[in-house]
């Protein structure tokens, strides 16, 4: 079963409008966290916002916070005022605390497109 | 400060060939990671390494090898490349930390005919 699900393999949005990507996870554990990463055509890997199971509030950074809903097991990245450079794939992903390893399990990506 | 490093960036192989991909990092990060990405699969873990000399086995491990002689460099290898393997590989690093994010070289493509 997917521990990660983006139910959105695709969305547009219009230049200065806000924009919600979904993604859901599946985990048992109590303690876990939650990543988002931008991926520009250029093929780049860039981090963008976390959110940890226990965070009280949710995490912001700038123009990107991270609507956290853990009784529905949504973590939900939403942009603000987008912009053109915003244009790119999206990838939620989650860590959960097995360990040692610091692995990552990912979501196979949204692809959001800014129109003018 | 580089971050993460890749070498190449691009490479052609045909089957049968052998390579090693290269990843440095200048972080001193103790956590290194290989990554393919394919299209509608999103991002697989290869192999990682928790520390220096260490290494252990992702998600899609068969057909490739990794060393970590020393903190800093991550080698990916195919000692024999199959067209199932082209692919952009993408090696990361990350922190101690339990919750800290991974960072992310810029990737290597390479095309298997």
């Known amino acids: 079963a997917q521990k990660i699900t983006q139910t959105q393999p695709g969305m547009f949005v219009q230049e200065k409008e806000a924009v919600t990507l979904d993604c859901t996870y599946d985990?048992?554990?109590?303690?876990?966290?939650l990543f988002w990463y931008k991926q520009p055509s250029s093929g780049e890997m860039i981090f963008l916002i976390y959110?940890?199971?226990?965070d009280q509030q949710n995490a912001t950074e700038g123009r990107y916070s991270l609507n956290f809903q853990k009784a529905r097991k949504s973590a939900n990245l939403v942009i603000s005022a987008s912009q053109l450079g915003d244009s790119a794939m999206y990838f939620c992903?989650?860590?959960?605390?097995?360990?040692?390893?610091?692995?990552?399990?990912w979501g196979l990506g949204t692809s959001l497109a800014v129109n003018p | 400060n580089a971050g993460v490093t890749q070498t190449p960036k691009f490479r052609v192989l045909k089957t049968g060939q052998s390579m090693t991909l290269l990843c440095a990092q200048d972080?001193?990060?103790?956590?290194m990671y290989w990554y393919r990405q394919d299209p509608g699969m999103g991002l697989r873990l290869i192999h990682y390494?928790?520390?220096?000399?260490?290494?252990a086995k992702g998600e899609v491990p068969d057909g490739y090898n990794v060393s970590r002689l020393k903190k800093q460099n991550f080698l990916l290898g195919l000692e024999s490349a199959a067209p199932s393997q082209t692919s952009v590989y993408f090696c990361?690093?990350?922190?101690?930390?339990?919750?800290?994010?991974?960072?992310f070289g810029p990737g290597t493509r390479l095309t298997v005919t």
């Open positions: 990361a690093s990350s922190r101690t930390q339990t919750w800290s994010e991974q960072y």
């Open positions: 972080m001193n990060h103790e956590y």
């Open positions: 390494s928790v520390g220096e000399g260490t290494t």
């Open positions: 985990t048992s554990d109590p303690s876990y966290g």
């Open positions: 959110q940890g199971s226990y």
């Open positions: 992903a989650m860590r959960e605390n097995d360990g040692n390893n610091r692995k990552l399990i």
